[in-house]
């Protein structure tokens, strides 16, 4: 099936460029980062013939993510785990990336929860993330009410970030538990193809992330169409955090910071 909306050219290039960096990085057992979502369902449907792969989704019971993730493996035929947080969980989670990453902020924490849970728990010794997608093409929501050039500027200076700070801690997070995280789209070659997108494909009629959509589209991938839940919220993690502060009588960022077993 072809590329719908991309230029050809354009599309080859990015889908190319991701699928040499699966292939060049995926070696042996791989446990995936999957909360159900465009940009982790893409790289299993372009890595499923280079890797042995199990999809791991983690959240609160019921949460969007546990639904969206047994719902995409199952489109996708692959192995699926979910692995269900309690408070207990959550509350350890915290007191861990707080103690051994020295992170305080709650939404960094929650952020990074997910990735913490799946290297204490899986086996497997490479993780695939689909970190870097929302900065290299336009996810977050608050580039939608910007213009092409705010966006582009804002864009390229999350990208900077994440590249010098966020990356780098997550691969020591990784690291710690002597897992090797691989992130194709923060790849030198996914991130030269990303800068060949002309801003205006960057949204069409499927929403954000333009690229990326045309690209499952094409691969006949449900979740073209579905809508962007942030991994904090879909995995219930901040309502939980949230709730768990409030009971204590606490400010969530004062929670965080003094929160024990």
């Known amino acids: 099936m072809g ?47 280079c890797a042995d792969m199990r999809l ?20 996708l035929g ?17 007191i861990f990336l707080r103690e051994r990453l020295g992170l305080s902020d709650p939404v960094v924490i929650s952020f990074e929860l997910p990735l913490y849970i799946v290297c204490a728990t899986v086996p497997e010794g490479v993780l695939l993330s689909g970190q870097g997608a929302d900065e290299l093409f336009g996810g977050y929501a608050r580039y939608a009410h910007m213009t092409d050039g705010e966006r582009g500027r804002s864009m390229k200076e ?24 691989v992130c194709p789209y923060l790849s030198p070659e996914t991130i030269k193809a990303a800068e060949a997108v002309p801003p205006t494909a960057l949204r069409g ?12 589209l094409g691969l006949g991938l449900s979740v073209a169409r579905a809508p962007k839940k942030a991994a904090q919220y879909g995995s219930g993690t901040m309502r939980a955090m949230k709730r768990m502060a409030s009971a204590a009588g606490m400010p969530l960022g004062r929670w965080t910071r003094e929160v024990n077993e």
Not at 19 to 29: Q, S, W
Not at 205 to 216: F, H, I, T, V
Request: no cysteine; glycine share 12%.
């Open 158 to 181: 999350d990208l900077r970030a994440l590249l010098a700070e966020g990356l780098p801690r997550e691969e020591r997070l990784a690291t710690l538990f002597g897992k090797r995280l």
């Open 78 to 94: 692959l192995p699926w785990k979910g692995i269900v947080l309690d408070d207990d969980a959550l509350r350890a989670a915290v």
């Open 205 to 216: 009629e499927l929403g954000n992330k333009g690229p990326l959509r045309d690209l499952a």
């Open 3 to 49: 590329l719908p909306a991309l230029q050809d050219d354009i599309g080859n290039g990015l889908q190319g460029a991701l699928t040499a960096t699966l292939r060049r990085e995926l070696t042996g057992p791989t446990a995936v980062l999957f909360s159900g979502g465009l940009d982790s369902v893409l790289l299993v449907a372009l890595a499923r013939q």
């Open 56 to 75: 791991y989704t983690v959240g609160y019971p019921g949460s969007h993510d546990l639904k969206a993730g047994e719902r995409a493996a199952g489109e």
